[in-house]
């Protein structure tokens, strides 16, 4: 019977393009949020349009043998319908709106953490310069720099 055979499988094509639409949509989030040269998004979609098919097949596979009839486009054209009947845009600036607010906290927080990690970096810089300066890269450093002659670094090193 069809209805006890090919009607799950045409629930679970609808759901699949749904899910689709919804991975697609964060792909547009991360669009509006981080933009990128266009190969690199020629690239995402190439990525997303082979993740699909392999999705597709997939769920073909698992549910149906492998055949590929007219459940299977009208399954997916009617879950990407409702998606965007249902869904739309929203989805995109609620999701837009939560990531920025996250990215936010998480800006937040890597402040809190870096200010006592500089402050330790500054306090442990200046033994450092002088090691660093002792150590004789300093003078080759200023000799390469061109800051001192070569008569004053003879001059220094005497007074030692």
Do not use: H
């Not at 009607?7 to 989030?29: K, T």
């Not at 991360?30 to 699909?52: G, T």
């Not at 997939?58 to 009208?74: H, M, P, S």
């Amino acid at each position: 019977m069809w209805f006890e055979n090919q009607f799950p499988y045409f629930l679970y094509m609808a759901l699949c393009g749904g899910f689709l639409m919804f991975l697609y949509d964060f792909l547009r989030i991360s669009r509006r949020l981080f933009p990128c040269p266009d190969f690199l998004v020629n690239l995402e979609d190439i990525l997303f349009s082979a993740l699909s098919a392999v999705l597709v097949f997939y769920i073909t596979y698992l549910k149906n043998d492998g055949e590929i009839r007219w459940q299977t486009a009208v399954g997916l054209l009617l879950g990407i319908m409702l998606y965007i009947f249902i869904v739309k845009d929203r989805w995109v600036k609620i999701g837009c709106i939560i990531i920025s607010f996250f990215a936010r906290i998480f800006a937040k927080f890597l402040k809190i953490i870096i200010k006592p990690v500089m402050m330790i970096a500054r306090v442990i810089s200046r033994p450092c310069k002088v090691v660093f300066w002792y150590s004789g890269k300093g003078i080759k450093f200023l000799k390469i720099r061109g800051k001192i002659t070569a008569k004053n670094i003879g001059n220094i090193l005497r007074k030692k």
